[in-house]
């Protein structure tokens, strides 16, 4: 597609509840990111694909949060058990190689709010 | 660990005018990229401007310009003829030069600028 796509654009979850984020970049983009905005703040790297290689899933808070990208292209978020302190914006990235130099497309992002 | 500070939480200019956003980050690598991302209500992070910190030269895009100050670590967004489409929170953000030490950007926390009519 033309840009990045996520979806839902907001969600509202109980408490425990699991819920899943999708991320669908731009074709061909290799590298996909995942980020965590929560509200006044700046944004917080949660995870890095790049092409085949491992994930770096240096930035997931917890145990609970985890993501898959099938096929090198659609990515998807998942929270277990969620917590009020997940309530955020999530925004997804992709970039095409390096993203340093040929920049990082953003999509507009998933508002969840745990209730 | 890469930081990157912003410390005007809020910013206001007069339509037509020019305003300044700070920005400060702490690094001990010389060689990395700087960016100025704007994030209007849609939400989407709109890349404003980046630099390379081996060009000497300030980056500029039509209207937006950067002091970028490699020595004091500051790298400062300069908006001239403010319009009162520029409204929205604008993040610095730095990335690593190298990508096998990874590609994620570490942002700072944003500046939400107010244009006046």
């Known amino acids: 597609g033309a840009g990045v796509s996520q979806s839902p654009s907001n969600k509202v979850t109980e408490k425990g509840k699991d819920v899943e984020l999708r991320c669908d970049p731009i074709?061909?983009?290799?590298?996909l990111y995942w980020y965590r905005q929560s509200l006044g703040q700046g944004l917080e790297f949660l995870i890095y694909?790049?092409?085949?290689?491992?994930?770096?899933k240096s930035g997931l808070p917890s145990d609970r949060f985890s993501a898959e990208r099938t096929g090198g292209s659609v990515s998807t978020l998942t929270i277990q058990r969620t917590q009020q302190e997940d309530s955020a914006v999530y925004l997804c990235?992709?970039?095409f190689g390096d993203g340093g130099f040929y920049g990082y497309t953003f999509g507009s992002g998933t508002r969840l709010t745990v209730v | 660990a890469q930081t990157v500070t912003q410390s005007q939480p809020e910013m206001s200019v007069q339509e037509a005018e020019t305003v300044t956003l700070s920005c400060t980050y702490d690094?001990?690598?010389?060689?990395?990229?700087l960016f100025w991302y704007k994030q209007p209500p849609s939400r989407q992070m709109i890349l404003v401007i980046r630099?390379?910190?081996?060009?000497?030269q300030n980056a500029t895009e039509n209207r937006f310009s950067v002091n970028f100050q490699k020595a004091a670590k500051s790298f400062s967004l300069k908006i001239s003829d403010s319009q009162l489409g520029d409204a929205a929170m604008y993040f610095c953000?730095?990335?690593?030069?190298?990508?096998?030490?990874?590609?994620?950007?570490?942002f700072g926390g944003g500046t939400r600028l107010m244009v006046k009519p």
């Open positions: 990235a992709s970039s």
């Open positions: 074709s061909g983009h290799t590298a």
């Open positions: 694909f790049q092409g085949n290689s491992a994930p770096d």
């Open positions: 690094t001990s690598e010389s060689d990395y990229y």
């Open positions: 630099q390379e910190a081996y060009k000497q």
């Open positions: 953000a730095y990335r690593r030069y190298y990508s096998n030490a990874g590609n994620m950007l570490t």
